[in-house]
């Protein structure tokens, strides 16, 4: 578990598969940097669970998933080579995205061993704030209100912690102090809003009693009345922005993957004797 | 001839035919035509890309989107567009400014390059520093792969951005037009910014500019846009266009800040802090939006005026770590300097991505080869400093060779790996990219007399 390399004034840092999240912000702390990122629990997370996993917390809102930090990789090949995809520097057109196509692959592909970030200067301010809906439907309407202003939060969050009840929506700013204060107060002139934290998304990942989190991905304009259908729900976390639900309970099934020929094409010709096995954060 | 080459012309090519077709369905039946004779197909939009990466090395069927050119749907409510593969960049914002929306890459060709051509290099602009390449805006297209299969890859137009399965979007944004034809694009639309602080900073030499840069970047502040223009494209763009830019400045910058008018005229001073600690000799900034447009105009005007003082000129693209950006600079001035060339530099100086401009004469015997010489040198500098020969421009034909100077047999042998999964008989659009023993042999950088 280490960190290979930290640039601070090119805001690039290479590190370990095996490394914790946590572990790598407290690296880039000391220069006020982050890599932009909250999945659930950060101290036992590694980054290459996050990688192949895909994962991402709810500031995926403000600054994308993991594949959007990502320069370059070490991975290491079903036949046990070892291979780099990418460049250390912010921009680069050079060869095949293998890192994008490695990232959320589960490991199916390769073993990724290494990993370069792009990383960020800590925003100045950051603040949260919820305000509480009766029904999903005024909670995804304020969302959809709040999204035709000038307003750019970072975190625009739904969730319900037991299936029932009040529905919370979480929207979060960051920036300057004058930027996160003028945002603050815009948002405040919508609806009456009371300061929160994120920690319900380490909630709805910390349960183990009820089984596996749920996720599925739909039209932001269509969350409402996906989440109305769903039956069985006991709690779920929505990034609102986004379209992305996750719950658990009963599984409402998720969309079967595209192109099925294609993928299973290039696992074959990554993989031709089928040794890499998915990987499960 | 339109179809012997793109924007890179020290090599040309033409190919056995050229279709336009119209619809998704003409496009695969050219397509599984091609496919039962055998022949190469070459995607192509409008042909601005610079690496000669629509070139027909073997001849071929060149398939043009420019036909497919229609907005299909604007989806306000979830801020995405569905367009066709051939419409220009700059038509999807056009369309949709008037509602606070813009599509955010914004290459120099956005006038004129295609939708698909910015999937084919993951385009990216003077804006790119904040907002991120063509990948991070685009959700999801179709694909007519070589054998005729309709595939869509990423978010469908109704479907929600995280699909099940591979990234196969992403392993085709910078594919180069390698792995199949695109006909439909889904594309993200961003909240157009409030607020622009934009200034041009003068300075006295290029060094002092480029040091300003990378103490921006250190100091935590990622303005939008950081470009850097030398003296000689100063003057060449004020002698074209009569900007009124200082024709005695070494180097000058175009900042840009952008976001919500509370707190970024705090930024800008601490930006002006810095450019003055470097010893900038002026900071001019914009104070109304036309004044903007014209800074903004002024430097994607840059390559325009470049026809005017030199009859021929290569553009190379590489990137470089952003602290080695006065590090290049001086190894450009060199190597062109050694090489008796002129040469001129706009850069994205925010991201390390140089693009360095050298002049040559096609008529004067061995300027071509010199020219090769020294814009080759140049990436290869790049290489060695942790950087990439290409940040947006592409690999083509023009770096192929180069591949395996930045990337090992096995980095190369798992790229090939993705594109015999879309096409294993590397039909589409061969020759490109890998190092090829076929260019080695037939190279030879010269202008071909056109048919």
Request: with cysteine; net charge negative; hydrophobic share 40%.
């Amino acid at each position: 578990m280490s960190i290979v390399a930290y640039a601070p004034d090119d805001l690039t840092v290479t590190v370990t598969a095996d490394t914790t999240l946590a572990a790598l912000q407290q690296h880039l702390a000391p220069r006020n940097q982050w890599l932009p990122m909250d999945p659930p629990n950060p101290t036992r997370l590694t980054i290459g669970e996050i990688v192949d996993c895909d994962l991402s917390g709810p500031r995926r809102y403000g600054y994308g998933t993991v594949r959007e930090h990502i320069l370059s990789m070490r991975a290491e090949m079903a036949d046990g080579r070892m291979i780099k995809s990418g460049a250390d520097v912010v921009k680069n057109a050079a060869g095949y995205d293998l890192c994008r196509l490695f990232t959320g692959a589960r490991g199916e592909l390769a073993t990724v061993e290494e990993i370069c970030f792009k990383v960020q200067p800590r925003p100045e301010a950051e603040q949260f704030g919820k305000v509480t809906f009766p029904t999903v439907e005024a909670a995804c309407e304020f969302v959809e209100k709040l999204d035709t202003t000038e307003l750019t939060p970072t975190v625009l969050d739904l969730h319900n912690a037991n299936g029932a009840g009040p529905w919370t929506v979480v929207v979060g700013f960051a920036g300057t102090r004058e930027e996160v204060d003028w945002q603050c107060k815009q948002t405040g002139l919508l609806a009456a809003v009371a300061d929160t934290k994120l920690d319900y998304d380490e909630q709805l990942w910390a349960t183990t009693a009820t089984g596996p989190v749920h996720k599925l991905s739909v039209l932001p304009s269509k969350l409402a009345a996906t989440i109305a259908a769903m039956r069985g729900v006991s709690a779920l976390v929505a990034r609102a922005g986004n379209g992305v639900i996750y719950y658990r309970g009963e599984d409402q099934g998720t969309g079967l993957a595209p192109a099925a020929r294609l993928m299973q094409r290039l696992k074959h010709e990554f993989d031709p004797a089928n040794k890499l096995q998915a990987r499960r954060a | 001839m339109v179809y012997e080459c793109d924007a890179y012309t020290m090599e040309k090519h033409l190919p056995d035919a050229v279709a336009l077709p119209r619809s998704t369905e003409e496009v695969v039946r050219v397509v599984k035509l091609c496919a039962e004779h055998r022949l190469p197909i070459i995607p192509r939009g409008t042909g601005t890309s610079l690496s000669g990466a629509v070139l027909a090395v073997d001849g071929g069927v060149i398939i043009g989107t420019t036909r497919l050119n229609r907005i299909l749907n604007v989806d306000y409510r979830n801020r995405r567009a569905l367009v066709e593969a051939g419409v220009p960049n700059l038509w999807i914002t056009n369309a949709v400014k008037q509602r606070g929306l813009m599509f955010a890459p914004d290459p120099s060709s956005q006038p004129s390059s295609t939708i698909a051509g910015n999937i084919a290099f993951n385009a990216g602009g003077p804006h790119t520093l904040k907002h991120g390449a063509t990948t991070n805006h685009v959700l999801g297209f179709d694909m007519v792969l070589p054998d005729g299969e309709v595939v869509w890859l990423g978010a469908t137009p109704d479907g929600g951005e995280d699909v099940e399965g591979y990234d196969l979007r992403g392993a085709v944004i910078g594919s180069e037009g390698m792995f199949g034809v695109i006909t439909r694009v889904v594309v993200r639309l961003m909240k157009t910014p409030r607020a622009f602080r934009t200034m041009l900073v003068v300075f006295n030499s290029a060094d002092d500019a480029s040091r300003t840069v990378s103490d921006i970047i250190a100091a935590g502040i990622i303005p939008v846009a950081m470009e850097l223009m030398d003296q000689p494209i100063t003057r060449a763009i004020e002698d074209a266009y009569h900007f009124g830019l200082p024709m005695d400045a070494g180097a000058v910058l175009i900042i840009e800040l952008e976001g919500h008018e509370a707190g970024i005229d705090r930024q800008l001073e601490r930006v002006t802090e810095l450019c003055r600690k470097n010893n900038a000799r002026d900071l001019k900034p914009a104070r109304t939006p036309e004044e903007r447009a014209a800074l903004w105009k002024c430097r994607k005007s840059a390559f325009g005026a470049i026809g005017r003082i030199s009859p021929n000129f290569v553009t190379q693209d590489g990137v470089v770590p952003r602290t080695k950006l006065p590090e290049i600079m001086h190894f450009i001035y060199d190597a062109a300097k050694k090489l008796g060339l002129g040469v001129a530099n706009v850069a994205h100086a925010g991201d390390g991505n140089i693009h360095p401009i050298i002049f040559y004469d096609e008529r004067i015997a061995g300027d071509v080869e010199k020219a090769y010489a020294c814009s080759t040198a140049i990436v290869r500098r790049c290489i060695e400093l942790g950087g990439t020969a290409t940040g947006e421009h592409g690999i083509g034909v023009e770096k192929a060779e180069l591949m395996a100077v930045q990337y090992s047999a096995d980095d190369l042998d798992a790229m090939q790996r993705l594109r015999r999964a879309f096409d294993p008989e590397g039909r589409c659009n061969p020759h490109k990219m890998f190092p090829s023993g076929k260019r080695c042999l037939n190279f030879n950088p010269q202008r071909q007399v056109a048919v």
